[in-house]
Every structure is written in structure tokens, then in C-alpha cells.
């Protein structure tokens, strides 16, 4: 499902315009990213946890031409699903 799609089925079960359902999607997306890249992380009870995660520098290889290159430390986006969905997602 995409972000349009998403938007498109809230507008539907809902009595909010696709617009208002719009802004809503982009605050509420726009909050996770803050709160991810802060360092905050965002819990969603039942839901999971969104969160960043370090990784150290390591020594890389391109696999087309076999050169070893230096990648740096960087930190990455973790999703851990919470117990409700992981019981929704098993029983489908």
C-alpha cells in the first residue's frame, strides 16, 4: 500500500475530506521522523517502535569489481512490530 492508497482508504472509512486526511498522514509522518532522528524514537502501543539505530565504520567490498572501500559510521531507522501485530500479522 502506498501513501495515496493509504489516504485514499482513510477518506473513505471516515467523514474527513481526502485533503484533511492528507495533512493528517504528513503530521503524523512528519512527527516520526522527527522523533526518530532526534534520537527520541516513537512507541506506538500494540503497534511498535520506530527508533534509530548506530552502526560502526566498516570495511566494504563492491561486488562487481572486488575493491574493498571504507564506509562510514551512520546511524539507521529500526521499525520493532509490538506484540498485538505480530499476533494479527501470524494468524493471516
Known amino acids: 500500500m502506498k501513501k495515496t492508497d493509504l489516504i ?10 481526502k ?3 492528507k495533512m493528517c498522514v504528513d503530521a ?3 512527527a516520526l521522523t522527527k522523533g526518530i532522528a532526534s534520537g527520541e524514537g516513537v512507541e506506538i502501543r500494540g503497534f511498535g517502535s520506530f527508533y534509530r539505530k548506530h552502526k560502526k565504520a566498516r570495511l566494504g567490498i563492491n561486488p562487481r569489481t572486488n575493491e574493498r ?5 551512520k ?3 529500526f521499525f520493532k512490530s509490538g506484540k498485538s501485530l505480530r499476533e494479527v500479522v501470524n494468524k493471516s
Open 8 to 17: 485514499f482508504k482513510l477518506s473513505e472509512d471516515s467523514v474527513l475530506s
Open 19 to 21: 485533503i484533511e486526511v
Open 28 to 30: 503524523i509522518l512528519t
Open 69 to 73: 572501500t571504507q564506509v562510514g559510521e
Open 75 to 77: 546511524f539507521m531507522p
